[in-house]
């Protein structure tokens, strides 16, 4: 016996972790075990979505209406403008990988002669598989995407996003299977491109059928002046 | 009343960002899951920040989920329902660091009497009710006071004046004839 043994959950331990009745020592040993055991997470949603229904029992209550905002000011708090060096500071403490990609983005516009009265957006668009650089030139219209990892299946196409706040996500266009793809930003989208979410999903050949994502998110990135 | 194919549309532009889906999310749902995060910690302002938790989980997590509900087994509604347990449940028992005082259970079990439970059966319309219904009465309301009020061993051990290994015997076998009787439904 070279490794430490592992709890065994039988079925009335995922049970009595699902009802909460676990004792709560065993309970965070049972939560720390769930993080990459696909099986047991799908053996707990089976206890999960069985007892539900039991919440039937309880009468619905409003939260006090403050409540969402309180909510919404935690999660999307306002944006101020904050120096490079701040946003940098914050961008170095993200992966490695991001940092670099976002250093190529930030110093390339700036060895552009590019118009000064704009300041350019960028983006980087990071998730488990993808990494890709967005920067957007609003002197031509123009987003310059290029992809630093990741790689759609045969049958399928990257779609990119253009969240803005309290809308729907609208496409911006597919990717091209090379390294580099120039989009030209519908005129619709240019006003609200800054300070915008955006996302890359995994679509079938050519795009969303429907116009609203419908394959996987893959990643998300912030639009920020630098 | 929203759907629940409504509720995962919801979910999945909320995993894109989608503010507003977010709003529309809170809107349909929060009356639901504060019930649930109320009942357990049976404290108002514990129960709101419980809450607050939850659904900065559910804009963290969405996008995790979002793509596959079906996958991981749970139906929308349920996966939230599990988040502001789990919230309720962890914070509960942090919180009491797995002792309860007598005075404190008592008053929980006095608040789970009788007329709850007829109320419950009342609204309980799907398997785990007619699988509850195979249970003792009793056993039965146990499991309803782990699920519904987030009971622990110590209080339900009170409750039904049982020592505590004895309740978690019971409780464990209560469990086995329920996962016996669900998945006979198949």
Known sequence: ?226 | MINPVEIEQLIARVALGDRAAFNALYQATSSKLFSVTMRILSNRSEAEDALQEVYVKVWNRAASFAPNIANRGYSPMAWLVSIARNQSIDLIRQRRGGHVDIEEAFDLADSSALPEAVTIQKSENREIARCLATLDADRANAVRGAYLDGQSYEELAQHYDVPLNTMRTWLRRSLMKLKDCLEARL
């Open chain 1, 1 to 226: 016996m070279s490794d430490a043994p592992r709890q065994i959950w039988d079925d009335a331990c995922v049970g009595e972790y699902a009802l909460g009745v676990m004792p709560y020592a065993e309970r965070l040993r049972f939560t720390a075990d769930l993080k990459n055991d696909r099986a047991l997470q799908m053996r707990l949603a089976n206890w999960d979505e069985n007892f539900a229904p039991m919440t039937g029992a309880l009468t619905d209550l409003a939260p006090p209406p403050m409540l969402l905002s309180q909510i919404e000011k935690r999660l999307f708090p306002v944006a101020r403008p904050v120096s490079l060096f701040q946003r940098l500071g914050f961008w170095q403490a993200a992966t490695a990988l991001g940092f670099a990609a976002l250093a190529a983005v930030v110093i390339m516009p700036q060895l552009l002669p590019a118009p000064i009265e704009t300041a350019p957006l960028v983006a980087v668009i990071q998730g488990e598989t993808i990494v890709v650089s967005a920067s957007y030139n609003s002197v031509d219209g123009t987003l310059n995407v290029s992809r630093k990892r990741g790689t759609e299946a045969a049958n399928e196409d990257f779609e990119l996003w253009v969240i803005a706040a309290n809308n729907a996500p609208v496409s911006v266009g597919v990717l091209q299977s090379g390294k580099t793809t120039i989009i030209k930003v519908p005129e619709a989208l240019k006003a609200i491109i800054a300070g915008s979410t955006l996302a890359i999903t995994n679509e079938p050949d050519g795009g969303s059928p429907t116009g609203q994502p419908t394959g996987t998110i893959l990643g998300t990135g912030l639009v920020l002046e630098i």
